[in-house]
């Protein structure tokens, strides 16, 4: 199935440093998601973003959906340990009942 | 609101034998649930679309025949790995669709399975 280009692929960061991943896709879509996965349980919501141009924020995370509807982004400001997981993007297009996924990104926090 | 269970959470079996893996959604109806696999270091890859009271929908690749898809009740769809063998060893995660709020679909804590 289609996956959706999330990079950076992993990132190695120290205790109070900013973060940032993006994510792009072929495709336009209505909704993008911000989702964490913590080991062995199932993704939760961030974010959501419902139109183009939108930025959104959650504490300290801001996400924002790209104008082109095909790409958005993700921050997280000064990380904090319970911030080590893995993120993904999703997508999502009326009609189509689907979501699709990013390929992820696996944010460490070095001590 | 919006809570999916997933039962059970770990299941360790014998080579040839079949899983059955329950989706409920607690304190909501769910017309349509989905089934993703994971396998480590992976995303999520959708399966199958499991509406109630239809056959499910598979995802190209899947075999329907392998992966038994029941959605008999508005709050319950299972999976049902048969026969299953080492290489359907994954981490299997249902989401249900949820036509209010702030999000399309609200997942389940996922069910580890592990073949030997």
């Known amino acids: 199935g289609q996956q959706l280009n999330q990079s950076p692929q992993s990132m190695f960061i120290q205790e109070g440093e900013d973060v940032s991943m993006n994510c792009t896709s072929s495709s336009i879509f209505n909704t993008w998601l911000w989702y964490k996965q913590d080991p062995g349980e199932g993704p939760v919501l961030l974010i959501a973003?419902?139109?183009?141009?939108e930025l959104t924020s959650n504490g300290r995370l801001t996400a924002q959906f790209g104008i082109t509807r095909k790409d958005s982004f993700l921050n997280i400001s000064a990380s904090i340990p319970s911030d080590v997981g893995i993120y993904f993007c999703?997508?999502?297009?009326?009609?189509?009942?689907?979501?699709?996924f990013g390929t992820g990104t696996r944010l460490t926090i070095i001590p | 609101g919006a809570v999916v269970s997933q039962h059970p959470s770990w299941v360790i079996c014998k080579s040839g034998t079949s899983v059955k893996i329950e989706c409920r959604s607690l304190?909501?109806?769910?017309?349509?649930m989905f089934w993703y696999r994971q396998f480590p270091k992976q995303s999520l890859m959708l399966m199958a679309t499991?509406?109630?009271?239809?056959?499910?929908?598979?995802e190209q690749g899947v075999e329907k025949d392998k992966f038994l898809i029941n959605h008999a009740s508005l709050t319950l769809s299972t999976l049902t790995v048969t026969s299953a063998h080492p290489e359907d060893s994954s981490f299997y995660i249902c989401?249900?669709?949820?036509?209010?709020?702030?999000?399309?679909?609200?997942f389940g804590d996922g069910t580890r399975l592990s073949i030997l």
């Open positions: 304190d909501f109806q769910a017309t349509t």
């Open positions: 989401s249900a669709r949820v036509d209010t709020g702030d999000q399309p679909q609200h």
């Open positions: 499991s509406n109630e009271g239809s056959k499910a929908t598979y």
């Open positions: 999703a997508g999502f297009y009326f009609g189509n009942e689907k979501l699709t």
């Open positions: 973003l419902y139109k183009a141009g």
